[in-house]
């Protein structure tokens, strides 16, 4: 206990009770170290068996994810009503909870990412290689796949006709809801992620102990309440693409590129406006 309570005095002293919690600290020496941009290409990785193990861990966490939410949705489309299911709640909590429980085991090999647009804002924003990034991609779409294929190899004909858990546009909404729908809830994911990992907030918010994959799995909660009557949430390439490709009937693929354009240009956003606004980076004069 006794490096906690250096931290909260740390924070106590550091930054008093006239800033409120959670606002920036303004003025000051940073009390933290800024880790250096990760390179963007990096070969000693491919040489290495935690560059390995973490591929490995990002397939599991997204086979696992792929099998239990999967079946939370066929649970709800099989009952005569939302009453008598879980419902749009339980999907939600499914979702939410699954990424929680993926996160909290895998982070510390692989930062748990499970999601391709999740990769690719912290590539924006150098937090890893391109090839770490290109090799957890792949990896999370293959382990996708294995888990949509896994639920069809059990339950073959009620996942055919339960839908397989594929995204598409739900009728009443157009294409451009359902891609707006998907970059802000992208963008509340990522953001988050950026939010619960940063460094810098850990060193300055030090008296206010938090548990990364907490905020995370609940975005991806409040996420899912929000789009669910809308593209049945996506916010996860990887996760579309496994059941789209398991699932192969032509209305999952009709609009699926919206669950890979609206999940990349909302990480994006969150990555530029987490690293540019957020982080307050300078911009260096020309002069």
């Not at 924070?11 to 880790?35: C, F």
Request: some cysteine; hydrophobic content about 45%.
């Amino acid at each position: 206990m006794e490096g906690k309570e250096e931290d909260v005095n740390l924070g106590a002293n550091k930054y008093p009770e006239r800033q409120p919690i959670g606002t920036a600290a303004q003025g000051g020496d940073k009390d933290y170290k800024e880790p250096p941009p990760a390179p963007f290409f990096e070969p000693g990785e491919l040489s290495s068996w935690s560059f390995y193990r973490a591929g490995i861990a990002e397939f599991m966490a997204t086979f696992l994810f792929l099998y239990i939410t999967i079946l939370t949705v066929m649970g709800v489309k099989r009952s005569d009503s939302m009453c008598s299911s879980v419902g749009i709640q339980g999907i939600a909590w499914a979702f939410g909870g699954m990424i929680f429980a993926l996160v909290y085991c895998t982070a510390g090999i692989s930062g748990g990412h499970i999601n391709p647009a999740v990769t690719f804002g912290l590539l924006l924003a150098r937090k890893l290689s391109l090839t770490r990034a290109i090799f957890y991609m792949i990896m999370q779409c293959l382990g996708a796949i294995c888990g949509a294929g896994v639920v069809k190899g059990f339950q073959k004909h009620p996942y055919e006709t339960l839908g397989g858990g594929a995204n598409v546009v739900n009728p009443g909404y157009t294409k451009g809801d359902g891609l707006g729908a998907e970059i802000v809830g992208t963008f509340v994911l990522v953001y988050t992620v950026f939010s619960a990992t940063d460094a810098k907030r850990s060193a300055r918010d030090s008296h206010v102990p938090i548990l990364a994959p907490l905020p995370i799995g609940f975005a991806v909660f409040l996420v899912h309440l929000a789009t669910i009557p809308i593209t049945g949430t996506g916010i996860n390439p990887a996760r579309s693409l496994g059941a789209a490709i398991i699932y192969n009937k032509d209305h999952a693929w009709d609009d699926h590129w919206i669950f890979w354009v609206g999940p990349f240009i909302g990480a994006a956003l969150a990555a530029v406006y987490h690293q540019i606004v957020i982080r307050a980076i300078p911009f260096k004069s020309k002069s």
